[in-house]
């Protein structure tokens, strides 16, 4: 009998033979990075970017300039986040960011190169100085001009109290994001880091990202290039997955629960 095929056209049996294979490339590994892009938490109910319901559909963020330009558009932004953090706090890690802890305590994982800004991977348990956030974290809040800065539930405390546009407590400047807005450079020291733990790494494990979005999608290529073995699981196929040497087509959470029950 045949087996399933996905859409991908891979058979039930090539992907538990791949998860296998996996399994054993993680063994044979000590210094693995975790490459992490928002499919590694829609599990915990937390829509990627450009899927169906993603936060693309329901309102692309603004650039930089934008925002720090026009009242309106931080109006906008603040109306917005109010009602999306709140839903980010109820939030809970799933059994994939459960998998990058036992692989952290197994002593093979030396960094989690995360594109996401949800603060999972620390909820799950993973060390704060492993986790490398390419593109902020949404936690985080902070002034434009001064620099000073305040945990997201205390802006979300003054939004709630009825703050419309939330200035900056000790100059009056205008507060942002801890996240990257478009048009903005990765930030340096954490692209610094997620370099340099790419180039020393014996395997970069990609989980959930669409490897799409530039420069960070270099980042995998650079680990192979450097000696590194590639592994990438995604429900899709992704750009790089020619240059894979395993490669899994299937649903992040449970793939790597597999993975973790061998270490
Ligand atoms: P993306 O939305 O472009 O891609 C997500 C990828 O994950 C897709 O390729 C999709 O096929 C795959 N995927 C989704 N669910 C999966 C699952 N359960 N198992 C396996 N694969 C799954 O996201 P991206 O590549 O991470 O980049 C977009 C940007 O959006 C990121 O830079 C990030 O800053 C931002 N973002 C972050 C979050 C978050 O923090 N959770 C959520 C949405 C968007
Ligand atoms: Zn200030």
Same mark, same amino acid.
């Given at each position: ?7 991908? #056209? ?32 829609? &599990?915990? #109910? ?11 559909? !329901? ?9 720090? &330009?026009? &009242?309106?558009?931080? +109006? ?5 986040? +109010?009602? !999306? ?21 197994? #002593? ?9 800004? %949800? ?26 001009? *001064? ?10 405390? +003054?939004? %709630?109290?009825?703050? %419309?546009?939330?200035? *900056? ?31 020393? *790494? ?22 192979? +290039? ?8 995604? !429900? ?21 629960? %597999? ?5």
């Amino acid at each position: 009998m045949l087996d399933k095929l996905t859409d991908s #056209g891979e058979s039930g049996a090539s992907i538990s033979n791949n998860i296998v294979k996996l399994a054993e490339i993680v063994m044979s590994s000590s210094s693995i990075v975790a490459f992490t892009g928002a499919g590694i938490s829609t &599990e915990s #109910g937390i829509p990627d970017y450009r899927g169906p319901g993603g936060v693309w559909e !329901r309102q692309a963020p603004p650039t930089i300039g934008d925002f720090l &330009e026009n &009242e309106a558009t931080r +109006r906008e932004f603040w109306a917005a986040r +109010r009602d !999306r953090y709140a839903e980010l706090l109820s939030k809970r890690p799933n059994q994939g960011h459960a998998a990058l802890v036992a692989l952290e305590r197994s #002593g093979r994982l030396s960094a989690v190169i995360t594109q996401n800004i %949800d603060g999972l991977h620390q909820a799950a348990g993973n060390s704060p100085d492993k986790v490398i956030e390419l593109h902020g974290t949404t936690h985080l809040i902070q002034c434009a001009d *001064c620099g000073s800065e305040w945990s997201g539930k205390a802006i979300q405390e +003054r939004l %709630d109290a009825g703050e %419309d546009v939330p200035t *900056c407590e000790n100059c009056g400047g205008i507060l942002r994001s801890g996240t990257i807005l478009f048009g903005e450079p990765l930030p340096r020291v954490a692209l610094d880091r997620a370099l340099a733990a790419a180039r020393t *790494c014996d395997l970069m494990l990609v989980i959930g990202s669409s490897l799409i979005v530039n420069p960070a999608a270099q980042i995998p290529l650079l680990a192979k +290039r450097a000696g590194a073995r590639l592994a990438i699981i995604n !429900r899709l196929s992704t750009p790089l997955d020619g240059y894979a040497d395993v490669h899994i087509v299937g649903e992040a959470g449970p793939t790597l629960a %597999d993975i973790a029950k061998g270490l």
